[in-house]
């Protein structure tokens, strides 16, 4: 049992349902029920143990809040339950919780590697759990924070797999200390339809971003979007690329494109792009009408010089006129 190991308070965040979250997944304190596989309507699934933790409720947790200290060695409990007729076995295993490059939530597992961080740190009491029918099991599990710790958020995650479907619970610890707030926004481009840029998570906490989105052209503004939410979880250390849709850009002008980003308790930081707008296929046609008519033109001044010249040739010259006067004279 656990019953040895001191405890602290803690700043734990669990939500399940996060293997294979698409972008702006669940967000941290979302309640924790859903389990991924067939749903057979005898699934089992993995929730934060009631009744214990620091934040007890009466319907049951929907994620464990705990902070601790470098050194401090933390635990609570995680319920897995079989509503089936049929026992049902469970692998738990820790895992390491990051952002896919495209913003999403996803965990890798410590299976078989060398954990880097939080996900190292947690330990189940067992990794195999028999649940009779009709029943639920409480697994306790601990987080031992080592010394020298970086205070923050450090994400990690307990997996439950079974028969190819998986559930899993987010774990998020903090341990205690100075945080950082901070994010920026880098490599902003243009292209088509869509503003393609990236968010830096420069902090130690887990931010949820917000994106401005302004643009000035030669004749005035063209686009202005207010800050609002990306219904993201940018996690500490994370780098993600997403793409703001622009339907409705000019057709032909000169524009300088400015994305804002900020988060709570973070300072604002702005980058900007510029592009040009030119509708080529009218271009490609104006250049083809001037061409034709400038092909035209050529044609035609010289079409009239050749005119001009075959007049010139059938005219006499000034000595013919001499001869055919003085012939005319020697007649008379």
Same mark, same amino acid.
């Given at each position: 049992?656990?019953?040895g190991h001191?405890t602290? *308070?803690?700043?734990?965040?669990?939500? $399940?349902g996060?293997?294979?979250?698409?972008?702006?997944?669940?967000a941290?304190?979302?309640?924790?029920?859903?389990?991924?596989?067939k749903?057979?309507?005898?699934?089992?699934?993995?929730?934060p143990?009631?009744?214990?933790?620091? /934040?007890?409720?009466?319907?049951g947790r @929907?994620?464990?809040?705990? !902070?601790?200290a470098?050194?401090?060695?933390?635990e609570d409990?995680?319920?897995? $339950?079989?509503?089936?007729?049929?026992?049902?076995t469970?692998r738990l #295993?820790a *895992?390491?919780?990051?952002?896919?490059?495209d913003?999403s939530?996803?965990?890798?597992? $410590?299976?078989?590697?060398?954990?880097?961080?939080?996900?190292?740190?947690? #330990?189940? *009491?067992?990794?195999v759990?028999?649940?009779?029918?009709?029943t639920?099991?409480?697994? @306790?599990?601990?987080?031992? +924070?080592?010394?020298?710790?970086?205070?923050g958020?450090h994400?990690?995650?307990?997996?439950?797999e079974? &028969?190819?479907r998986?559930?899993?619970v987010r774990?998020?610890?903090?341990v205690s200390?100075?945080?950082?707030s901070a994010?920026? +926004?880098?490599?902003?481009t243009? !292209?088509?339809?869509?503003i393609t840029?990236s968010?830096?998570?420069?902090?130690n906490t887990?931010?949820? @971003?917000k994106?401005?989105?302004?643009?000035?052209?030669?004749?005035? !503004? +063209?686009?202005?979007?207010?800050?609002?939410?990306?219904?993201?979880?940018?996690?500490?250390?994370?780098?993600?690329?997403?793409r %703001?849709p622009?339907?409705?850009? @000019?057709a032909f002008d000169?524009v300088?494109? %400015?994305?804002?980003?900020?988060?709570?308790?973070?300072?604002?930081?702005?980058?900007?792009?510029?592009? /040009?707008?030119?509708?080529?296929?009218?271009?490609?046609?104006?250049?083809?009408?001037?061409?034709g008519? $400038?092909?035209l *033109?050529v044609?035609?001044? /010289?079409?009239?010089?050749?005119?001009?010249?075959?007049?010139? %040739?059938?005219?006499?010259?000034?000595?013919?006129? %001499?001869?055919?006067s003085?012939?005319? &004279?020697?007649?008379?």
């Amino acid at each position: 049992m656990l019953s040895g190991h001191r405890t602290a *308070a803690v700043c734990l965040l669990a939500v $399940t349902g996060l293997v294979g979250l698409p972008a702006g997944g669940a967000a941290w304190g979302v309640p924790c029920s859903k389990s991924l596989g067939k749903k057979d309507g005898t699934a089992w699934s993995i929730v934060p143990s009631s009744g214990s933790g620091s /934040r007890p409720a009466q319907d049951g947790r @929907p994620y464990f809040y705990m !902070e601790g200290a470098p050194g401090a060695v933390l635990e609570d409990t995680v319920t897995v $339950t079989n509503p089936g007729s049929e026992p049902t076995t469970v692998r738990l #295993r820790a *895992a390491e919780a990051y952002n896919r490059e495209d913003g999403s939530f996803a965990v890798r597992d $410590t299976k078989g590697k060398k954990p880097q961080d939080a996900g190292s740190w947690l #330990r189940l *009491a067992d990794d195999v759990v028999r649940i009779p029918p009709r029943t639920a099991a409480r697994v @306790p599990f601990t987080v031992a +924070v080592p010394d020298g710790a970086m205070p923050g958020d450090h994400p990690a995650a307990i997996v439950a797999e079974n &028969g190819g479907r998986k559930a899993g619970v987010r774990v998020h610890l903090r341990v205690s200390g100075p945080t950082l707030s901070a994010v920026t +926004v880098e490599d902003v481009t243009i !292209e088509d339809d869509l503003i393609t840029y990236s968010l830096v998570n420069r902090g130690n906490t887990v931010l949820e @971003p917000k994106l401005a989105v302004h643009a000035e052209g030669l004749f005035g !503004e +063209v686009l202005d979007r207010k800050a609002r939410s990306l219904a993201l979880e940018l996690l500490p250390g994370r780098k993600v690329t997403l793409r %703001e849709p622009w339907t409705d850009r @000019p057709a032909f002008d000169s524009v300088r494109v %400015e994305l804002t980003v900020s988060a709570d308790g973070a300072a604002k930081d702005s980058e900007a792009a510029e592009v /040009r707008f030119v509708p080529w296929a009218g271009v490609a046609g104006g250049i083809a009408a001037v061409g034709g008519f $400038t092909t035209l *033109a050529v044609f035609a001044v /010289r079409r009239r010089r050749a005119v001009e010249e075959f007049k010139s %040739e059938l005219q006499p010259h000034d000595g013919q006129r %001499e001869l055919v006067s003085a012939g005319t &004279g020697d007649k008379q």
